[in-house]
């Protein structure tokens, strides 16, 4: 049941399910789960006390429906608020809370990220191990701070590595690193990235999942490495246009992943 009161937009569609099993927040770019059964979307801008999304790749819409061919409920962030566009950490972690007062089964949060890792290829898929906050901000209260550090559920870790063996998708673990942005970064920010042991760096997620996991939600993560950022050649030739265009190449294989991994 739900821990508090749902925004009456969307308690309707909640009740019609009878719950939600999963939230997948997906990050720019990122297309999947666009074939769910009883499908509703509802726009952002029309939830009570929430904004549109603005950047590119982020449609700002919450879809509601059950896992093709399983019983699993699951409701998808299409895109998410992001502290550099202006919002609160009440806001970028909006989606986190609620996944909390819907009491799920888990969290999956994915992002576009750029890979630390020389030999590593655009359109990889990296699993959150853990993950290094640097953009100076709490998550949490102070009364929330959890006596554990472990972020990421080892339950869903196992089940998502078990998922891309099963399938034969080609699925990296490793340490995201979360910048405030929205710049990128420049070569000794990289190298800086790299000597504290970060594998890919984005500019999301890292609040999101802290702000769950206190609230006692399973999280897991997943980043699509949309381009590497250790050469000095790789670095100059980033933009935003590349990042949404590689994830949404790299989706299918997420949507299969993401399909083993919440079915019943």
């Not at 992001?82 to 007062?101: C, F, K, P, Q, S």
């Not at 100076?136 to 559920?153: I, K």
């Not at 800086?192 to 897991?220: C, D, I, K, N, Y």
Request: aromatic share 4%; with cysteine.
């Amino acid at each position: 049941m739900p821990r508090t009161a749902l925004p009456s937009v969307l308690a309707p569609h909640v009740e019609r399910l009878g719950g939600i099993d999963y939230v997948v927040v997906l990050g720019s770019g990122l297309k999947a789960l666009e074939q769910l059964d009883e499908a509703v979307d509802v726009r952002y801008a029309d939830i009570e006390g929430w904004s549109g999304a603005t950047v590119a790749g982020h449609a700002g819409v919450l879809t509601l429906g059950r896992l093709a061919g399983s019983s699993s409920r699951v409701m998808v962030a299409r895109g998410r608020h992001h502290v550099y566009e202006g919002h609160g950490v009440d806001e970028a972690t909006r989606i986190a809370r609620l996944a909390a007062d819907l009491g799920v089964r888990g969290l999956i949060l994915t992002n576009a990220a750029g890979g630390l890792v020389g030999s590593w290829t655009p359109g990889d898929l990296m699993l959150l191990s853990d993950h290094i906050n640097l953009t100076g901000l709490p998550a949490c209260q102070p009364h929330e701070v959890p006596w554990h550090r472990q972020v990421y559920d080892p339950g869903l870790r196992v089940r998502f590595l078990a998922a891309a063996l099963r399938a034969g998708i080609p699925l990296h673990e490793g340490v995201y690193v979360g910048l405030l942005g929205p710049s990128y970064e420049t070569e000794a920010e990289i190298r800086f990235l790299q000597a504290v042991g970060g594998q890919a760096v984005g500019m999301s997620t890292v609040l999101e999942s802290v702000a769950a996991a206190v609230r006692g939600v399973p999280v897991a993560g997943i980043s699509c490495i949309t381009n590497i950022a250790v050469r000095p050649e790789d670095l100059a030739g980033t933009s935003h246009q590349e990042v949404v265009d590689v994830a949404g190449a790299a989706s299918r294989r997420l949507d299969g992943l993401l399909h083993l991994v919440m079915e019943d």
